[in-house]
């Protein structure tokens, strides 16, 4: 039986539904009351607390979260070992999970991410809503193992395989939805405005027929999705890149968007080339022709932001927006190097996201985070900050992930403390990598040593959707994923 879905949220920085759906509250592990757990170290504001003991109210939420109790109280459900809060997945596209590993050959003479783009494009072109529902609820499980309890899904993937539009214009986005209750996870469903081939380009390309969607549409879309009141869905809004879409259309959803709180993201500065045709275009750099248009606010996320110039994070700084770096998916299509040190010494937000879904783990994105940086300027643990009290390189990447990982999806509150989700990761110390590990290294360990099981448990608005490494529907998600791996690529 499919894990129930994540409870109605309270914390959510976008209007909250009004109704849940049918399916709240259902499930063999569906919470119907307070509940309290107890942890022998958990991972609040501040770092590593001993003794914690933690309530869940009947909304799913932590209404307490109290360090230094020695022992368990009865009825506390003793945890059996340490507690992490469980991360944001920044920026998801989940159809390319199907191509994951897949574009790994070369026949020519040269291979970048334009020539990967137009093979991933054939997925895109190809994969129906059963398929597509498949292939999430095999992500999104990986995604819950890989420590992850929300997914913000950038779904430009709007129409039919031959561009006409579904009877029901959500019709791909609900396959989204219903993996992510099937698996158990959170997400924040973004449609894409996306309506143009590039710079100066009057339309889409033939290939791109399926993503076809102007700023009135995509925010119909955001309704729709709000209204619906499915337990754990956000909405969001999103603006596929500058190429993309004309700037009289992201002007038109900004004022759509006035006084809705909720996330807005947008890729950009990902390529070169992508700098250089919107300098071409625009006379700007792509942040700074943001920046310059007045659209940046606390509710924007820039994704990747790969090439920048110092003028450009001071203006994202300024803002208040924030910034989703994608370590893995850059490294797999050779993007080049963020100046991360630039957006810390900034103070602007990073939340990590998995992209393209070459990678599926938060550890693995933190540990490439950092090693890029290694890598690009010769220095080690260039995430550490002693200064500020903070010394472990894993605990400022996963704080810094943390808090800007909640505003990502939309949420105001996110962590092991009270008015957040209780979404939370129980560290599995029978792990190979954490055997012997002392607790004030615990942290680094699980994202500077591998490769391990580290997550015994996970938890998503407080409902067990993990226990000890198993999953109740493990199975009948795999099976639908094998059969749509072979439609896909089958024959």
Known sequence: MPAPAPGDASDRVAPSPAAAGPDAGTGPTAQTGPRRLWAPRAWLPGGWRTGVLLSIGADGHWSAVQPGVAEPPPDAERLPGPLLPGLVDAHSHAFQRAFAGLAERREQDGDDFWGWRDRMYRVAGRITPPQLEAVAAQLYLELLRGGYTQVCEFHYL?????????????????????????????LTLMPVL?????????????????????ADAVWALRGVIEAAGRPGLDAGVAIHSLRAAAPASIQRLRRLAEGWAGPIHVHVAEQIAEVEDCLAATGRRPIDWLAAEGLLDARWQLVHA?????????????????????????????????????????????????????????PEELRWLDYGQRLRLRQRNLAAAPQAGQPSSAGRLFDDALRAGGRAAGRAHWGLLPGARADALVVDRRSSHLLGVPDEALLDAVVFSSPGRPWRDVMVAGRW????????????????????MDGLWGG
């Open 306 to 362: 790969t090439h920048t110039v110092p003028a450009e994070i001071d203006a994202v700084a300024a803002a208040g927006a924030g910034m989703v770096i994608c370590p893995t998916t850059e490294a797999n299509l050779g993007d080049g190097f963020a100046d991360v040190p630039g957006w810390w010494q900034a103070g602007v937000p990073l939340a990590i996201g998995s992209d393209s879904h070459v990678g599926r783990h938060w």
């Open 194 to 214: 996306y309506e143009r081939a590039g710079f100066g380009a009057p339309a889409l390309r033939e290939d791109q027929r399926r993503f076809a969607a102007d």
């Open 465 to 484: 959707v993990v226990r000890d490494h198993r999953h109740p529907a493990a199975a009948a998600i795999a099976q639908a994923f094998a059969a749509a």
């Open 158 to 186: 709007q129409h039919d395989t031959d561009g006409r539009r579904y009877a029901d214009p959500l019709r791909l986005g609900w396959a989204l939805a219903d993996a992510a209750a099937a698996a158990g996870i959170g």
